[in-house]
């Protein structure tokens, strides 16, 4: 089953807020708890992207500084 989350795109000038899937490998969330500790959300609003730490059941945002592409 895939997990969304409800989240705050972190972007300044964007105001978006809702329920997202992360992007990227599908497969690491067919589980009910996911497998990957680092997830990448793409805003439907402005299309930029930013990484957020799973923590139980909910996801943290990290400084957008800490993002890199290659990360992703």
Known sequence: MLTSYMVKCPHV???WRGSLLP???KSAWRGITPTTPRVVFECPNC???WQARVVGDDVEPLPLE???PERA
Request: glycine share 16%.
């Open 23 to 25: 992007r990227g490998d």
């Open 47 to 49: 299309a930029r992207t």
């Open 13 to 15: 000038g964007c105001d």
């Open 66 to 68: 800490e993002f890199t």
